[in-house]
């Protein structure tokens, strides 16, 4: 089990830093809405007005030219907001300075005698919308039917002892969404727009040692502002960092192996020191090199060392040193099954006058990534095809609120399907999810915008492109650069841009340039979904990346004479225009299904749209779970694996999606959750799970039947049967009659028996492979549901507050088999020292709110997730009841 530390050490073994960083998520309060009455303009500038929402639009509408706003001369507290991020602003001249005044010091929620009491309590991670209710009417699917948009204001006090006078103390927000603004003793510290990256603001001014300090951040988060679930309020980690005034900047150090091989790895570390005293400092900087268990603790002595560094830095000013060394036969950072991802931490200490005065752990790996244009993406020397996923920053039931034992299981599953990267869409990542990788051995294409200048809906990101776009990227690349786990850096998702021919050529090529200047060492992407070769657009990026283009866009007789995009299969056309430039596809698929639903007829093509008698059905809302239909501009996976096959200079692919996520439900936006997901929202394998661990992990003996086999009024009927195994050939048996053996052919990527007719029974496959058996697989007919079974994915669990258990509930026959189509109302309850979080199903249809402890089984299975309480220890006792059932329980321990 990995185990991530609430408090991210900052020293070594046996060592004490000057630095501390303390996790702040306790003794918040939290209030929806601004001050009755507020007469107070508190908005980050002015934006256009929406009278008619664009949600639910089609993923792949084409952007549009942004708005002309005027923005107000008064009013707006956009000037004070923008000096938050000088640091990031390479161009000295271009910084921003702070106009006089407290905007907002008068508003009753900034002042330190406010009575907040009333307000709720909350504990960030928080998100303000994930417990609903869903709003089941109106143009809100897009955005996953919550309501995610609004005002909200966070409250809490600081303890800042009379001992840190002359210190400099820094807030630090992992993720806000979105337009944040902070607030200290009634002063406008500064904020920071976009929701997704993380920041930093300087308390220092604004605080009172020994005294009364009172936070407040007030967060607008707009309607109509993203194509999926945002989320709203302080959704990820808050940390106070408290150091010397002469201290290793924020995200200062950046380590590079720019040579290595299995005999030795030279390692260069850069340190960015600030010192914000008022007179010159001379510091000495020296780094140790240690080797990293599993779970990232140090072995043993230190390996390697580098030599100390001195300078001088000048008051209010900051210098970047520099230093090398060579480490003999280096223990080298892979993905998994063939590599292990080891790592290293380099401790640096910074010294003044001879007295140490800051101490700081950057944790890092040695690897060689390249791309090849014929051989795709090779590290350390071995050709690694990229079986990879895209998932949205949502966590289901959980919402926006990061919590690491989530996003690790999520990473489990689909490790255990042969996943071996993750594409970030659209948008840096919390930091704890980077770590999880780096330490699982997952590849990591990281990506920062949705859109340019462009807009997708009408108050995203567009509206401050042109004042963020550099402090944005700057940002997460420094943040995120010493994370072995990244091959790539994204800076767009099918912008508008690649419609506007030189000029959007020319946005990508200073966000190529700003990548490069910040870390030369990795390449620059762009997931395209209309750019073509012999466009400028492409040309500006060191790797092609493709949406759905290499496989063909629309590219069937049926969509002849559409407005939207349609694309004849691309990878040899951009492999011929680009011989010197590697290809990967950033978005495949996005096929469509709900877990365990299966409609008939079933389509004898390999991949089709859905419609209704074809794959869906608009009165129920649910897609088939044949896994042969996709969204209009996506493909079958069976579809996308013979293109990849037939063109194997393609480095790989991410899939659209690896789980269903909140919003977007194409093809039904009355629902509140996606239909893509190879996983569905609760984190049930759908049966498209199981086509791709047969292609992903062909040396896993593995055979996999659909659909089930209990169709009562069905007898007699021809019920398609397909069988996905990581064997070449197959022989499948009807209550022990066989079937006929079939063989899969060039480019066959699962075996159908489309004649049979059923009748109650058992089916059972024998899959070989090679000619030898290989994999067996039965599915029978069940009887009546008659009780209920509790499967927790971990038994024990931290008191931590935030570590949790995910307890599976199957409904299940009198023989024990688990009843496919059950639906029976399941009520949850705890005794013990926790709390249930969320129960769900994977239904994108069901609108009971997550936090609710009453759930409906959606086709044999639910979900609910157990937190540990604080500080409590003990057994807890899970528990399931359900009408004319036998109930269940479990029992989770609390450590």
């Known amino acids: ?18 630095r501390e960083r303390i996790l702040i998520n306790s003794d918040w309060r939290f209030h929806k809405g601004d001050p009755t009455g507020l007469s107070t303009r508190l908005d980050y500038d002015a934006r256009p007005r929406v009278t008619d929402s ?8 084409r952007p549009e030219q942004a708005e002309a706003i005027a923005t107000r001369a008064d009013g707006v507290l956009k000037a004070w907001i923008l000096p938050t991020g000088n640091a990031f602003i390479r161009d000295a001249s271009r910084r921003h300075v702070r106009p006089a005044g407290d905007p907002g010091s008068d508003v009753a929620f900034v002042r330190n005698d406010f009575d907040d009491r ?31 948009w609004g005002i909200g204001w966070y409250r809490r006090k600081l303890d800042i002892p009379a001992s840190d006078r002359g210190r400099s103390v820094f807030l630090d927000i992992d993720g806000a969404m979105s337009y944040a603004t902070v607030w200290l003793n009634g002063h406008l510290v500064g904020g920071w727009p976009y929701g997704y990256n993380s920041w930093r603001v300087d308390l220092t001014p604004y605080l009172v040692p020994g005294g009364d300090n009172q936070l407040a951040i007030r967060l607008d988060n707009p309607p ?24 290793v900047a924020h995200w200062g150090t950046q380590v590079t192996t720019p040579q290595m091989s299995a005999a030795s790895a030279t390692i260069r570390l850069d340190v960015s020191i600030d010192n914000d005293s008022s007179r010159t400092a001379a510091v000495e900087v020296a780094t140790r090199i240690l080797a990293l268990d599993g779970a990232g603790n140090p072995l043993g002595d230190a390996v390697a060392s580098i030599a100390p560094v001195t300078a001088r830095v000048p008051a209010r000013s900051s210098v970047r040193l520099g230093g090398t060394t060579t480490l003999a036969h280096p223990r080298l950072w892979g993905p998994p099954p063939t590599q292990q991802p080891n790592r290293y931490v380099a401790i640096t200490t910074v010294s003044r006058d001879g007295r140490v005065v800051d101490r700081l752990r950057t944790p890092f790996g040695i690897r060689s990534v390249r791309f090849d244009t014929n051989q795709g993406l090779i590290v350390n020397g071995e050709r690694v095809v990229i079986r990879g996923v895209n998932n949205h920053h949502d966590l289901g039931a959980l919402g926006a609120a990061f919590n690491t034992r989530a996003a690790q299981r999520q990473l489990e599953i689909m490790r255990e399907m042969g996943a071996n990267a993750v594409r970030m869409s659209h948008n840096p990542p919390a930091p704890e999810l980077l770590e999880l990788a780096d330490r699982m051995g997952f590849l990591v294409v990281d990506e920062i915008f949705d859109s340019w200048e462009r807009k997708k809906t009408p108050l995203d990101f567009h509206l401050i492109f042109k004042d963020w776009q550099e402090p944005d990227l700057r940002s997460m690349l420094r943040r995120d650069r010493n994370h072995p786990s990244i091959l790539a850096w994204s800076v767009g998702n099918e912008v508008g841009e690649q419609y506007t021919g030189d000029d959007g050529a020319a946005i990508a090529r200073r966000l190529h340039d700003i990548v490069r200047e910040e870390d030369p060492s990795r390449p620059t992407t762009n997931a395209m979904n209309w750019a073509k070769p012999d466009m400028p657009l492409p040309a500006a990026f060191d790797v092609i990346g493709l949406n759905y283009q290499g496989e063909g866009i629309r590219d069937t007789p049926e969509f002849e004479g559409t407005e939207r995009i349609r694309t004849a299969p691309q990878y040899s056309a951009f492999h011929a225009r680009f011989p010197d430039k590697a290809i990967v596809s950033t978005e495949t698929a996005s096929a469509l299904s709900s877990r365990g639903v299966y409609l008939f007829p079933v389509t004898k093509e390999t991949s089709s749209p859905v419609r209704d008698g074809r794959g869906g059905d608009s009165n129920i809302r649910q897609v088939s779970a044949y896994e042969l239909h996709a969204v209009d501009f996506g493909s079958s996976p069976d579809k996308v694996f013979a293109s990849l096959d037939r063109n194997a200079f393609v480095a790989g692919e ?64 021809v019920t398609p049967v397909h069988v996905f195994t990581s064997g070449d050939e197959a022989e499948l ?32 496959v024998q899959a070989y492979k090679n000619g030898k058996p290989w994999a067996q697989s039965s599915v029978r007919t069940t009887g009546p549901a008659t009780r209920l079974e509790l499967l927790p994915d971990r038994s024990e669990i931290r008191s931590d507050g935030s570590d949790l258990s995910f307890v599976t509930v199957r409904v299940l026959d009198r023989d024990g088999q688990p009843v496919p189509n059950a639906a029976s109302r399941i009520a949850f309850s705890v005794d013990g020292p926790a709390e249930i979080v969320a129960t769900d199903n994977g239904d994108p249809t069901d609108m009971t709110a997550f936090p609710s402890h009453q759930r409906n089984a959606f086709n044999g299975l639910a979900l609910v997730i157990v937190r540990g309480k604080p500080g409590q220890t003990g057994a807890v006792t899970v528990s399931a009841q359900a009408q004319h059932l036998q109930g269940a329980q479990t029992v989770v321990q609390v450590h």
Do not use: C
């Open 1 to 18: 089990m990995l185990a991530l530390p609430a408090v991210i050490a900052q020293a070594g073994p046996d060592e004490e830093s000057p």
């Open 54 to 61: 664009q949600d639910g639009k089609a993923a792949d509408a």
């Open 118 to 148: 009333e307000w709720q309590a909350v504990t960030l991670p928080h998100d303000w919308a994930i417990a609903g209710p869903f709003l089941r009417e109106g143009p809100y699917g897009g955005m996953g039917r919550l309501p995610s």
């Open 224 to 247: 109509d502002s993203a194509r999926w679930y945002p989320g709203g309020g302080l959704y990820r980690n808050v940390w106070l960092t408290r150091v010397d005034p002469v201290h």
């Open 654 to 717: 991410f899939v659209w999606t690896g789980f269903d996520y909140l919003g977007e439900p194409t093809p039904y936006y009355d629902s509140r959750s996606s239909y893509s997901g190879i996983v569905d929202l609760a984190g049930f394998p759908k049966d498209r799970y199981y086509l791709y661990q047969s292609r992903w992990r062909p040396d896993l003996p593995m055979a996999h039947l659909l659909p089930h086999w209990t169709w009562p009024g069905r007898e007699g009927q």
């Open 733 to 764: 048996f009807v209550n022990g009659k066989s079937h006929g053996r079939r063989k899969k052919g060039p480019n066959e990527y699962r075996l159908r028996w489309d004649d049979v007719v059923y009748q109650p029974g058992e089916l059972r």
